[in-house]
């Protein structure tokens, strides 16, 4: 069984619609997918027709924005209620400041002579429940200024450059706390990728929080990062998952399928999400196709 728990579609800053994604995953050999858009469910009716359609399993999830002390973090929730109030008001919060803040990147790349309006960027978004830097990205390709994403992000958007603006994002520990009170799992997503801030203590003071997992096997690690990050979760009893992130033609070398998740880990995912809606009524079963 191949297991992909990490994918984004056009509902945030991937490029599939989610029922492209789904078909996606499908033709690449992939039994169970999770869709797993920034900070929004918005995706999962289609994706879950899909996956109906096609015969996979589909796991609903999503990806948190979060900081943990002055470092960013993503939380990836799974199986949980997005009608969960105080779900719902923590990422109203996070969805508003990844809106506001695109007008001020606009402005401050104009100041160094990068000329991209918020209709550019709002025809860059499409369906997305947000717009964030991704799509500024995107207008600036379209634009001719830069030719991908990642020259965007490097020359402009990133920390430390012109064109990077901070925006609001929950505290890692209070989303752990949300997801397991909608009756899900969380999983936090590239750990090392981009810092070392959880180091195996604070993981350790997360588990307690009601983490249930790392992601370790992600494009961002190399293989001397994922035995380190495997070693941290056997000692923690933390589960160990493995996902492509692929955002379609928005990021490279992230195709479906590239990682996976070893189905004895999936289904020590899937126990955990079922003891966590047992307790809160919340969240649920994935919903399966003949893969399941």
């Known amino acids: 069984m191949r297991i992909d728990l990490h994918t984004h579609s056009d509902h945030s800053d991937g490029t599939d619609t989610p029922g492209d994604l789904i078909r996606a995953a499908e033709a690449a050999g992939l039994d169970v997918v999770a869709l797993t858009d920034h900070d929004t469910a918005a995706g999962w009716p289609q994706a879950a027709a899909a996956a109906a359609e096609v015969g996979i399993t589909f796991v609903p999830g999503m990806e948190i924005s979060t900081m943990f002390g002055a470092a960013s973090v993503h939380l990836l929730g799974y199986l949980l209620d997005p009608a969960y109030p105080p779900l719902v008001s923590e990422l109203s919060k996070v969805l508003v400041g990844r809106n ?42 379209a634009a001719g200024i830069v030719a991908s994403r990642e020259e965007a992000f490097a020359a402009y958007l ?107 880990e999936y289904e020590r995912l899937l126990a955990l999400a079922a003891t966590s809606a047992r307790s809160t009524g919340n969240g649920g079963v994935p919903d399966s196709g003949s893969a399941g």
Request: proline content about 5%.
């Open 100 to 141: 506001s803040r695109v007008p001020t990147i606009c402005a401050q790349l104009q100041e160094v002579g990068v000329v991209v309006s918020e209709e550019d960027v709002m025809r860059c978004s499409g369906a997305a429940a947000a717009t964030g830097r991704p799509h500024v990205a995107d207008a600036m390709v």
């Open 158 to 264: 990133n920390p430390g450059r012109p064109g990077y603006v901070r925006r609001y994002a929950a505290p890692l520990e209070e989303a752990i706390e949300l997801v397991a009170g909608a009756g899900g799992v969380s999983v936090i997503a590239h750990p090392w990728g981009r810092s070392r801030a959880l180091t195996e203590e604070a993981l350790a003071g997360l588990r307690a929080r009601g983490l249930g997992g790392i992601e370790v096997d992600h494009q961002e690690h190399s293989l001397r990062t994922r035995d380190a990050l495997r070693a941290i979760a056997r000692n923690l009893d933390l589960v160990v998952t493995g996902s492509s992130d692929h955002h379609g033609t928005g990021k490279v070398n992230h195709d479906l399928g590239c990682n996976t998740t070893d189905p004895r």
